[in-house]
């Protein structure tokens, strides 16, 4: 994913993403040829593509058939055109082929570190062909060496300078991608989406029942939430689960905390789920915890919502950003404190409003139905 520092002098003014006003009614576009490259296939993606196929001429190539972090079992790749990169001396040239034939094509990236999609970008700006970029909210301050961070930054300036169409999953994201050459004229808010009608209505808000998901890894910052926890269960003597579905390389660091914090008992590792898991997971009610260091979008706070569960996210989280009103339909902590967290958590236990918080959230996910993806892009293609 893209990802740089910003640039100084951009005013607020030209920060902002272009508005659309799209047709809610919107016909079908299958003469229009959209050439979509993505990193690798997932729920949400497989779900988008499939709703797009109804309108448009839609073919996808992904660079690689699975990533060892999210392991996803289920089909797909179904319900939609897509192929899987074959490589010539570091080039798929079928997917160059088809992007160069197909001039009048809306060709759309996902991702662009690999030389096809380098080649792609190229000769699209040679022939005057147009090209689109989607990105989630960039890493800043990712560690990179000083070199290759100076010619990231130059690469990725002109790239997004020259894109037709700058596609950013939330407000945090379009902002930054300016911030990095983007022009905000081209600029457009087009977050993931879901299908909330693929989720159920949690049964009950379970208050003594803690979730999370994701990836165990530092940045998704479960350490937070433990120590949290742990001085909630001290102060108040409150008897809780906290079952946690992922998998990483922080399994055994955070199981370590956990048992010094007293939380042995209270804390399950349910290691990697798959999505219809995931579904019931959510739908057993509870608290959803989300204390990222930094989340680039975040799906599980629009699968959370969907699922009518209160959540609690940081404010390094992009989706929460984007979806939730704190105190309306959930809830919204300073990223790293752990103080501000216990704070927030204490403020639900004793609130009487967490039903309405519940019916707010799931109100909010069927705002954001597939649908609304073909409208947002149909209005692009009509205007480019």
């Not at 000083?146 to 945090?172: C, E, I, N, Q």
């Not at 994701?214 to 742990?230: F, N, Q």
């Not at 969907?306 to 989280?317: E, I």
Request: net charge positive.
């Amino acid at each position: 994913m893209l990802s740089e520092t910003k640039a100084a002098g951009v005013s607020q003014k030209q920060a902002r993403p272009l508005e659309l006003a799209p047709d809610r009614h919107p016909e079908p576009q299958l003469n229009t040829t959209m050439l979509w490259c993505m990193n690798a296939p997932s729920p949400y993606n497989a779900d988008l593509f499939r709703e797009l196929t109804k309108h448009f001429n839609l073919h996808v190539s992904y660079v690689n058939r699975l990533l060892t972090t999210t392991p996803w079992a289920s089909a797909l790749t179904l319900g939609y055109r897509c192929r899987f990169y074959r490589r010539v001396c570091g080039v798929d040239f079928e997917t160059l082929n088809r992007a160069i034939m197909n001039r009048h094509s809306i060709f759309l990236l996902n991702v662009w570190q690999d030389p096809t999609t380098i080649l792609i970008v190229l000769c699209r700006i040679a022939c005057r062909a147009p090209f689109w970029v989607w990105n989630d909210t960039p890493f800043r301050n990712k560690n990179r060496h000083p070199l290759k961070a100076y010619l990231r930054a130059v690469f990725l300036r002109w790239l997004l300078s020259r894109a037709d169409r700058v596609l950013g999953t939330g407000p945090s994201a379009t902002e930054e991608l300016q911030y990095m050459g983007a022009r905000a004229a081209r600029t457009v808010n087009f977050p993931y989406f879901i299908n909330p009608s693929s989720y159920s209505v949690a049964r009950n808000i379970n208050v003594h029942r803690f979730l999370s998901s994701g990836r165990l890894e530092s940045i998704k910052g479960y350490d937070i939430a433990l120590r949290a926890l742990a001085r909630i269960k001290e102060r108040r003597k409150l008897q809780f689960i906290y079952e946690i579905a992922g998998a990483g390389s922080q399994l055994i660091p955070l199981s370590q905390l956990a048992d010094s914090l007293g939380l042995s008992e209270n804390v399950r590792w349910l290691g990697f789920l798959q999505p219809q898991e995931l579904n019931c997971f959510y739908s057993e009610g509870g608290i959803f915890l989300h204390p990222a260091r930094f989340e680039p979008y975040g799906v599980v706070i629009l699968e959370a919502m969907a699922s009518g569960l209160p959540v609690v996210a940081s404010k390094a989280t992009a989706a929460a950003i984007d979806r939730i009103r704190d105190r309306k339909n959930g809830y919204l902590f300073e990223t790293e404190s752990v103080e501000d967290l216990i704070l927030v958590i204490e403020r639900m236990l004793d609130s009487t409003n967490l039903d309405d918080v519940s019916k707010a959230a799931r109100l909010t996910a069927e705002e954001w139905p597939l649908s609304r993806a073909v409208e947002i892009l149909q209005t692009l293609v009509a205007a480019t």
